[in-house]
C-alpha cells in the first residue's frame, strides 16, 4: 500500500514480469455504453493486454505516415489505441523531415491518399522494402483524379493495382442494409486467423485489387499472394457514382468476384551478400481504410463509427500481429465501442416479412375459416 500510495478501500490490479510491470486502474476494467444503457466488462481484455505488455521484451513500433493521408491521423484513434494495447508503440512519420524510414521501424502504415507521395518518398519507401520491409496499405480510391504515380510504383514492386471503381456487392446478405457499396464479406481463413476463428468485416468504398497472373512477371518479383477478403460472384464495379441506382446498370462492370484484401510475399535475393538470400518483405493491402475509422454513420436514429461494425477493430492490428511474427497474439477483440446488431440486407428483408407479411397471412387465413364455418 505504501509503494502505490494506496489507502483503505483504494483498489489496484499489478500485473508485473520481471522488471517490467503494468497498472490497472478499477475504472479501466468496465465501460459504459450510453445507446444501449449496458455496462460493459472490459476485465479479461485489460489483463490479457496487460500481460502481453509486461511480457513483451521489446515493443515494435508501428509508424502512421501523416501527410498526404485523405484522412487525419485523429480517425484512427480506436485502431491506433488498439494497437497499443497489444504492445506496441504508435508513432506517425512524415519521410520528408526523417530523411528515410525510421531504421526502428516494424511495420510502416499508409492510409488513403489525396495525392501522391513523391519521388524522394518513394525512394525512402523502396530501399525500406530491400531491406525487407513490413507494410499495411489501407489504401483505396483516391477522390478526384488524383494519379498516384509514385505510390503504385511501390505496389508494382509486389505485382499489385488499385483499379478505378467501387465494389458494389449484389448479393443481399453481402451488404450493410440500405447499402450496397458497404460490403460484408467473411474473412478468409489462413496466416491472419486462428483454426476455428470466423471473421467478417464490413468495407466501405472498396476498390478492386489486381493481381499480376503473368508467371514470368511472378518469378521477377518473386512475390507469392494469399487472398483474404473476395467478394462474392455477383459482385459489380461502379466507375460513375453519380449513379443512384443500388442494383447493377448498363454502365457498371461485369458481376464477378473481387479481390478487397491480400498478402504478399517478395523474396529478396541479392547476389553480392549471399546472407541476404531469403530475407522477405511482406505488404498487406485492404483496398479501403474508411472502415477502420472513427468516422460515423448514420443507422437508424443513431450514427456508429465504421470501425465498430462486425469485426472491424481486428483487422488492422491483427494484420500487424502477423507482420511482425506475432501470430500466437491474433485474436477477434470485443468490441466494446459499441453494442449494437447492424443488419445486412437479407436480414432486414426477413425481419419486415414477419413483422407485415405474416399478420397478413394470419388475417386472410382468418377470414377464410370463418367463411368456411358461416357457409356451413
Not at 208 to 230: A, W
Amino acid at each position: 500500500m505504501t509503494e502505490y500510495s494506496l489507502e483503505t478501500g483504494d483498489s489496484l490490479v499489478i500485473v508485473s514480469s520481471g522488471e517490467s510491470e503494468k497498472l490497472i486502474e478499477t475504472y479501466e476494467l468496465q465501460s459504459y455504453d450510453y445507446t444501449t444503457g449496458q455496462s460493459i466488462d472490459l476485465t479479461e481484455e485489460a489483463i490479457t493486454n496487460a500481460i502481453v505488455d509486461v511480457t513483451s521484451e521489446t515493443k515494435p513500433i508501428i509508424y502512421f505516415i501523416n501527410n498526404h493521408s485523405a484522412f487525419p491521423i485523429e480517425a484512427f484513434t480506436t485502431i491506433m489505441t488498439e494497437l497499443q494495447n497489444d504492445a506496441n508503440e504508435v508513432n506517425t512519420v512524415d519521410l520528408l523531415t526523417t530523411g528515410k524510414v525510421p531504421e526502428d521501424c516494424s511495420c510502416l502504415v499508409i492510409t488513403t491518399l489525396k495525392e501522391d507521395i513523391t519521388e524522394i518518398e518513394r525512394d525512402y519507401i523502396i530501399d525500406y522494402i530491400n531491406k525487407g520491409g513490413k507494410i499495411l496499405a489501407l489504401c483505396g480510391e483516391t477522390t478526384g483524379t488524383v494519379t498516384l504515380t509514385n505510390f503504385n510504383q511501390i505496389l508494382d514492386l509486389y505485382g499489385i493495382s488499385l483499379e478505378e471503381g467501387t465494389i458494389f456487392e449484389g448479393e443481399t446478405e453481402n451488404m450493410l442494409s440500405g447499402y450496397p457499396d458497404i460490403i460484408v464479406e467473411e474473412f478468409e481463413n489462413g496466416s491472419l486467423l486462428k483454426d476455428g476463428d470466423n471473421l467478417k468485416v464490413a468495407l466501405v468504398d472498396a476498390t478492386p485489387i489486381t493481381l499480376t497472373e503473368d508467371e514470368g512477371k511472378l518469378e521477377e518479383l518473386n512475390v507469392e499472394y494469399e487472398r483474404l477478403i473476395t467478394t462474392s460472384d455477383s459482385a459489380f464495379v461502379r466507375k460513375n457514382l453519380n449513379i443512384t441506382s443500388t442494383t447493377r446498370t448498363s454502365q457498371d462492370s461485369e458481376e464477378g468476384t473481387y479481390i478487397a484484401g491480400v498478402l504478399a510475399t517478395k523474396t529478396l535475393t541479392t547476389a553480392e551478400d549471399s546472407e541476404e538470400s531469403g530475407l522477405t518483405s511482406k505488404l498487406i493491402v485492404y483496398s479501403n481504410s474508411m472502415f477502420t475509422t472513427d468516422m460515423a454513420i448514420p443507422l437508424g436514429q443513431y450514427q456508429y463509427p465504421f470501425v465498430s461494425f462486425y469485426n472491424n477493430i481486428d483487422i488492422v492490428p491483427n494484420a500487424v500481429l502477423y507482420l511482425n511474427e506475432r501470430e500466437d497474439i491474433i485474436t477477434i477483440r470485443k468490441n466494446y465501442d459499441t453494442v449494437t446488431f447492424t443488419a445486412t440486407q437479407s436480414q432486414e428483408n426477413i425481419v419486415k416479412a414477419i413483422i407485415f407479411i405474416t399478420p397478413i397471412v394470419i388475417m386472410v387465413m382468418g377470414i377464410v375459416v370463418w367463411l368456411i364455418r358461416r357457409r356451413i
